[in-house]
């Protein structure tokens, strides 16, 4: 067995130093002034920030020879060295565990996935702990360290405390897994809500780069969302902020697995689409590939549901829209699958329910496979490291 990575932590453990890190992660190369001017702090306190982290090589600092200007002195870029350690991210779904192991830029070196047949905590823990280990494999050829672990998982999770609150689709309640993913790995673990996790990714290298206010919202076996705020992935003082998946679309709608009615979810979740069908069409159907056949065939009542299920999370989307008002909404999640079925609903929901210059907001769909969930969860695991918390 591997003995436990050493344990080494972020030489500059301030806001200023989390925040200059993220600019140039996300933004670099940059010159100290430009970073100076993009985290809104004087290039003095950039160069204070910046120095500890080049002396401990996670920064480096020099000539893009690429970029060098024909005339006039070139720039020195400060950029992140992404060699200097890495990271594993894992995300947990209904059915299956994907883990991946990335450097410090979080670019994904190996990914791995494995079928999940049993949902109990023991189970899962043991898929992740065996991938983990099948990871630290692939990055004992390399002389960086893995400074640590994220982890992913639907429903309500505290991030502080590394605990799954509840999670439906697992079944899980008050499951403290950072803690046991940390005493079988040997790695400082982060657990965090999964949408939230995607948004990390979203917000350093995705659709939400250079935005300060942006929503994703993610459809598929549940409806999710992650909302970021004024540059921060926002988890609200409980931890629930952002569940588009139970607001009240029609109160007189189908019964919602949170025990309320009309809820988002329990007209556009997966599962719920595929009940409205079976019970529009009196059609057999193992699952939404099923569901979705048959709404390709042209079956009208089978389109209905989708097209319901595309007014709902219009809807929804509104009222993020209209609380928060985001420069952009990023729709992702594997229910993209079904997209064209319900794109124009979506729309047209959002827009009849959007206020004012609400409307306005940048509504576009960005396909995101598990594999870049995980990557998400690796992002947790490093913003865990670079600390403090800015995540909240
Ligand atoms: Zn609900």
């Given amino acids: 067995m591997r003995p436990t990575p050493r344990a080494e932590t972020f030489p500059a453990n301030t806001p200023a130093a989390s925040q200059v890190f993220t600019t140039v992660l996300s933004q670099g ?6 970073v100076a001017r993009r985290v809104g702090l004087s290039p003095a306190a950039v160069t204070k920030a910046v120095r500890p982290l080049i002396e401990a090589g996670y920064l480096v600092e020099g000539v893009d020879e690429e970029a060098r200007p024909a005339l006039g002195r070139p720039a020195n870029l400060v950029r992140v060295d992404g060699g200097r350690a890495l990271f594993i991210g894992v995300k947990v779904t209904g059915d299956e565990i994907i883990a991946v192991l990335t450097d410090l830029c979080c670019r994904i070196r190996v990914a791995r996935h494995l079928p999940l047949s049993e949902r109990e905590p023991k189970a899962v823990l043991a898929g992740i702990t065996d991938l983990v280990q099948q990871l630290l494999g692939e990055a004992d050829g390399s002389s960086a360290p893995v400074l640590g672990l994220g982890i992913a998982v639907s429903g309500d999770v505290d991030r ?10 697992l079944e899980w309640r008050d499951v403290p897994l950072a803690e046991l993913a940390a005493m079988t790995t040997g790695l400082p673990v982060t657990v965090d809500n999964d949408v939230r996790a995607l948004t990390v990714a979203e917000q350093w ?5 250079g935005l300060s206010d942006f ?6 076996a549940g409806i999710g969302c992650g909302l970021v705020v004024h540059g921060r992935v926002v ?17 007189a709608g189908p ?12 007209i556009a979740g997966e599962a719920a689409i595929v009940r409205q069908i079976r019970e529009a069409t009196g059609a057999e159907l193992p699952d939404a590939e099923a569901a979705l056949a048959l709404a390709r065939e042209g079956v009208a009542a089978a389109r209905d549901v989708y097209a319901r299920a595309g007014e709902a999370i219009g809807r929804g989307i509104a009222t993020v829209a209209n609380l928060l008002g985001p420069e952009r909404v990023i729709i992702s999640g594997e229910g993209l699958a079904a997209y064209d079925l319900f794109a ?17 907001c940048d509504v576009r769909t960005h396909p995101l496979p ?13 913003q865990s490291f670079i600390g403090p918390d800015t995540s909240r």
């Fill in 344 to 360: 124009e609903q979506i729309r047209d929901a959002f827009v009849a329910a959007a206020f004012g210059s609400a409307a306005r």
């Fill in 215 to 220: 929503a994703v919202v993610t459809v598929g």
């Fill in 370 to 382: 598990f594999d870049e969930w995980a990557r998400g969860a690796a992002a947790t695991a490093i």
């Fill in 160 to 169: 502080g405390e590394g605990t799954v609150r509840y999670s439906p689709f």
């Fill in 235 to 251: 988890a609200g003082a409980h931890g629930v902020a952002g569940e588009i998946g139970h607001v009240t679309v029609d109160p």
């Fill in 29 to 34: 190369p940059l010159p100290r002034l430009e």
């Fill in 205 to 209: 290298f995705g659709a939400g780069v």
């Fill in 255 to 266: 019964l919602c697995h949170c025990g309320n009615r009309g809820c988002v979810e329990a």
